[in-house]
């Protein structure tokens, strides 16, 4: 109890020091509030999204659904989101981004207690018809307040936010994994639902009160965001950021599907050694995204995407080709840091070009990268091998970095 007075000070410093500009002077306070409630909404997003993952399979029990009738179900979470994705960027510019945000938390914290309550695999594809909607409604709407606050802070802070994506879906997922033998999915999930609306009603009132931030003056026109017209350039070239993205997502959604498997079937792994593969992937992630600032500030965005990109396919090439468990496990390791901060710093730059509808356009390609991977892993994999499938996460995240290079100076850019 003592302590915290000597604590109070130490805090301060540290937060004068993280909510600064690029010229080292403290944020304005709405700066901080802002960023403090876009981290939260950030953090929920992947706390919600991981508490609904770990119940697919009591609830896939509880709907008797197939293993082929649950993949048909739970392309409703990829339509819905995919479908909402290209919608939101409109409803950002129109009512703002930080409006849609807390609209969308509202109805992810909703629609998470909805899948419990089926019966039939047909209700529960409806119903992740509407969950794949809000999930991809509060993706675009808080990376689009995210790339204007950026711009705001003159620093490259994108990295934090999908951090706090990366941590929130952590500790989703530790916690269903503790209360799975205890609660049903129902509790849980509803249980969820409550935290979710707390949470969004304290933080919810910052961006509400707030407008999305004007781009500093000292920016030139062509990075600062909001709502314009692109010309062919402009759109090409978030295009070919959303590829980038494209190519980020892809290696986590092979990862998160084929990792285990990978180590279990052709390096004989424990089935726990095997399952921690995944974990450790998502470790790294989480920990190369909480330095993506530095890293930013550091190497700019640039050498951050081609350093990144050839990291990461150093690492699954390693990962995919190892003869050993723990080679394997290092080179998912070394993926995971590669990969961290790509898709942040794509979403950034389509964001600096095109506004809310370049953050979706880039969005909804990411997105589909995590949806091609698995399947096309699966493929690969029939025809020849798994590690050699698994080497196509490679491929693409060498393809990330040469884009990165070849797109240099295609946006201007606040970070050296």
């Not at 969004?200 to 026109?221: D, I, V």
């Not at 589909?368 to 493929?379: A, D, H, K, Q, T």
Request: hydrophobic share 50%; proline share 7%; with cysteine.
């Amino acid at each position: 109890m003592h302590l915290y007075p000597a604590f109070v000070p130490q805090l301060n410093k540290l937060a004068s020091a993280t909510w600064s500009t690029s010229d080292g002077h403290p944020a304005p306070q709405s700066l901080r509030s802002l960023r403090t409630a876009l981290t939260l909404f950030f953090a929920l997003d992947g706390f919600l999204f991981a508490g609904w993952v770990v119940r697919i399979p009591a609830i896939k029990h509880q709907t008797g659904a197939s293993e082929s009738e649950l993949g048909l179900a739970l392309l409703g979470v990829s339509a819905g989101a995919v479908v909402t994705m290209t919608l939101t960027g409109r409803l950002c510019r129109r009512f703002g981004s930080h409006p849609v945000t807390v609209g969308s938390a509202v109805l992810l914290c909703l629609a998470i207690a909805l899948p419990p309550l089926t019966r039939s695999v047909l209700a529960l594809g409806l119903v992740l018809l509407v969950f794949g909607t809000a999930y991809g409604a509060i993706n675009v709407a808080m990376n689009s307040a995210a790339v204007d606050l950026v711009a705001a802070l003159r620093r490259p802070v994108m990295p934090s936010f999908h951090a706090a994506f990366s941590l929130g879906g952590m500790l989703g997922a530790g916690l269903g994994g503790l209360v799975a033998g205890g609660l049903s999915p129902a509790a849980h999930l509803l249980g969820l639902t409550a935290a979710g609306l707390l949470l969004t009603a304290f933080a919810g009132p910052a961006l509400l009160r707030h407008p999305s931030p004007a781009p500093p003056e000292t920016l030139p026109a062509a990075a600062r965001p909001g709502p314009r017209r692109l010309d062919r350039r402009s759109r090409r070239l978030v295009t070919v950021f959303g590829v980038i993205a494209l190519c980020t997502a892809y290696g986590e959604g092979a990862l998160a599907d084929w990792g285990a498997l990978h180590l279990a079937e052709d390096l004989h792994a424990h089935p726990g050694l095997a399952a921690a593969g995944y974990a450790l992937f998502a470790l790294a992630m989480t920990a190369g995204r909480l330095s993506g600032t530095a890293m930013l500030e550091r190497l700019g965005q640039t050498r951050t995407l081609v350093a990144g990109g050839t990291a990461a396919a150093l690492g699954m090439l390693l990962g995919a080709l190892a003869p050993t468990v723990w080679l394997a496990l290092l080179g998912f390791v070394v993926t995971g840091l590669g990969l961290a901060n790509i898709f942040p710093v794509a979403v950034d730059r389509a964001g600096a070009l095109g506004g809310p509808a370049g953050v979706a356009a880039a969005s909804t390609l990411g997105y589909g990268g995590m949806l091609l991977g698995p399947p096309v892993i699966g493929f690969v994999a029939d025809w020849s091998s798994l590690p050699l499938a698994l080497t196509t996460v490679a491929a693409l995240a060498a393809g990330a970095a040469l884009i990165g290079h070849r797109t240099r100076g295609a946006t201007a850019s606040p970070t050296p």
